[in-house]
């Protein structure tokens, strides 16, 4: 093998290739972390809102976990 | 038998595993990846015909198969979620689509580029490239159905109903390459018998496989945290885990 930067002249195909699959890769943790904060931060606003809204003395939270 | 089904169905259950999985799914991902592309970008040898622009296989291939393999994960995840109405399966199937449509374009565009020096073209119309083609369109359509309802239970059903119809195009992409005259090579590795790829070239590539399929479980295991989040906001448990005073067990 003539090394990385020399593959018989298709230096430019492999880095491209490789990169966008880099770039999927990369973008799909960044992208689902993102996502996770995003929810958790507007689920946590939504709470909030909701709270306020309460009269005072009333229970916090309804329903239980489960499907 | 069906209790730890059952129990694995169980959102705070499934939350607190998610959040553990993805861990430890990912740490061998990141190590398979970095051991594959060091075995398939220098320990490899060149491909007699092809030289070293061959070694686009390490990420299409991949690619491609993870392509199918989370589209298949969808549906049968939607068909659970409409027969059992579990909505955690729902929650498991929407989570999947823009994996699966972020390594749809990554098969095209990395064929793409390896066709262009073996064909002689980016593109052609040709049965493999057109069905995976198809397949992008269909992650398109399944997250832009969803995105059309207001109400979630209705945009879970309606999706889940594209997603098992749309089920039919996987098939045709595997064997599109036997059952038409295709400019597409042939399968390379299902041929169990004898394999049309020497072990030196194999080994970098089935731990390529190996590591997109770990990555793809653990970001799976990180976007499904967000929708069980979304869904059980009504929960004692899930208000619990959002104020961060999370029950035991969930985290």
């Given at each position: 093998m003539g090394g990385i930067l020399g593959m018989e002249g298709y230096t430019g195909y492999l880095v491209v290739a490789w990169g966008v699959t880099a770039l999927v890769v990369i973008g799909n943790v960044v992208a689902a972390r993102r996502q996770f904060r995003r929810t958790q931060a507007r689920l946590r606003q939504q709470l909030e809102r909701w709270s306020s809204r309460r009269p005072a003395g009333a229970r916090q939270v309804q329903g239980a976990a489960g499907d | 038998m069906w209790t730890w089904f059952f129990r694995l169905a169980s959102p705070p259950h499934f939350y607190a595993l998610a959040g553990r999985l993805s861990t430890w799914l990912l740490a061998p991902a990141a190590v398979l990846l970095v051991i594959g592309t060091w075995g398939g970008l220098i320990l490899a040898p060149p491909d007699y015909q092809q030289g070293d622009a061959f070694r686009i296989i390490y990420v299409h291939v991949p690619s491609a198969y993870l392509s199918m393999l989370i589209y298949v994960t969808m549906a049968v995840a939607g068909a659970i979620g409409l027969i059992w109405r579990m909505k955690l399966a729902h929650a498991v199937a929407a989570s999947c689509a823009p994996i699966g449509a972020s390594f749809t374009f990554a098969a095209l565009v990395t064929g793409a580029v390896w066709g262009?020096?073996?064909?002689?073209?980016?593109?052609?119309?040709?049965p493999r490239l057109t069905s995976e083609l198809v397949l992008l369109f269909l992650y398109f359509g399944y997250m832009g159905l969803r995105g059309a309802f207001e109400n979630l239970t209705q945009a879970d059903r309606a999706s889940a109903v594209l997603a098992i119809a749309g089920v039919v195009n996987v098939p045709i992409i595997h064997f599109s390459v036997i059952w038409w005259a295709s400019l597409h090579q042939g399968p390379?590795?299902?041929?169990?018998?004898?394999?049309?790829?020497?072990g030196d070239m194999l080994w970098p590539l089935l731990t390529m496989i190996l590591a997109f399929t770990f990555f793809f479980l653990g970001v799976l295991a990180m976007r499904v945290r967000a929708e069980v989040l979304e869904r059980e906001v009504q929960s004692r448990w899930a208000q619990d885990v959002l104020r961060g005073a999370s029950p035991v067990g969930v985290n």
């Amino acid at each position: 093998m003539g090394g990385i930067l020399g593959m018989e002249g298709y230096t430019g195909y492999l880095v491209v290739a490789w990169g966008v699959t880099a770039l999927v890769v990369i973008g799909n943790v960044v992208a689902a972390r993102r996502q996770f904060r995003r929810t958790q931060a507007r689920l946590r606003q939504q709470l909030e809102r909701w709270s306020s809204r309460r009269p005072a003395g009333a229970r916090q939270v309804q329903g239980a976990a489960g499907d | 038998m069906w209790t730890w089904f059952f129990r694995l169905a169980s959102p705070p259950h499934f939350y607190a595993l998610a959040g553990r999985l993805s861990t430890w799914l990912l740490a061998p991902a990141a190590v398979l990846l970095v051991i594959g592309t060091w075995g398939g970008l220098i320990l490899a040898p060149p491909d007699y015909q092809q030289g070293d622009a061959f070694r686009i296989i390490y990420v299409h291939v991949p690619s491609a198969y993870l392509s199918m393999l989370i589209y298949v994960t969808m549906a049968v995840a939607g068909a659970i979620g409409l027969i059992w109405r579990m909505k955690l399966a729902h929650a498991v199937a929407a989570s999947c689509a823009p994996i699966g449509a972020s390594f749809t374009f990554a098969a095209l565009v990395t064929g793409a580029v390896w066709g262009k020096p073996m064909w002689g073209t980016y593109w052609e119309w040709d049965p493999r490239l057109t069905s995976e083609l198809v397949l992008l369109f269909l992650y398109f359509g399944y997250m832009g159905l969803r995105g059309a309802f207001e109400n979630l239970t209705q945009a879970d059903r309606a999706s889940a109903v594209l997603a098992i119809a749309g089920v039919v195009n996987v098939p045709i992409i595997h064997f599109s390459v036997i059952w038409w005259a295709s400019l597409h090579q042939g399968p390379t590795l299902s041929k169990l018998e004898a394999p049309s790829i020497s072990g030196d070239m194999l080994w970098p590539l089935l731990t390529m496989i190996l590591a997109f399929t770990f990555f793809f479980l653990g970001v799976l295991a990180m976007r499904v945290r967000a929708e069980v989040l979304e869904r059980e906001v009504q929960s004692r448990w899930a208000q619990d885990v959002l104020r961060g005073a999370s029950p035991v067990g969930v985290n």
